[in-house]
């Protein structure tokens, strides 16, 4: 069974710094388009950065300049570098995958989310 583990969230000061990190857990084929969202109560998901499998990556204005997405596709990983953080990053992040299984099935997976807060 496929899961995506989340790891690397907690509480940071304004102007601090965390990385998230994201694994797949489970046998597959390959891992493709991969990417952070962020979700506050009251309010949808919205994308934060993506990642293609060949390593081309998008961000959302919001976090442009401040985060890094990126991806290690021997060990099926996702990353988000955050620096310069703002309370206004504070949210649940969530890691989305886009995998190809054994037998050559397009899925697409959610991690559970894990909790950013940016606060003094």
């Known amino acids: 069974q496929v899961q995506l583990v989340e790891s690397g969230g907690g509480l940071v000061q304004p102007r601090g710094s965390l990385r998230l990190s994201c694994a797949v857990s489970g046998i597959i084929f390959s891992a493709n388009a991969m990417g952070w969202y962020r979700q506050v109560p009251g309010k949808e998901r919205e994308v934060v950065a993506t990642?293609?499998?060949?390593?081309?990556?998008e961000y959302s204005d919001s976090v442009k300049g401040r985060f890094t997405i990126s991806r290690d596709n021997a060990r099926n990983s996702v990353y988000l570098q955050m620096n310069s953080l703002k309370p206004e990053d504070t949210a649940v992040y969530y890691c989305?995958?886009?995998?190809?299984?054994?037998?050559?099935?397009?899925?697409?997976?959610w991690g559970k989310g894990i909790l950013v807060t940016v606060s003094s």
């Open positions: 990642i293609s499998s060949g390593g081309a990556t």
């Open positions: 989305n995958v886009d995998v190809l299984s054994l037998d050559y099935r397009r899925m697409n997976y």
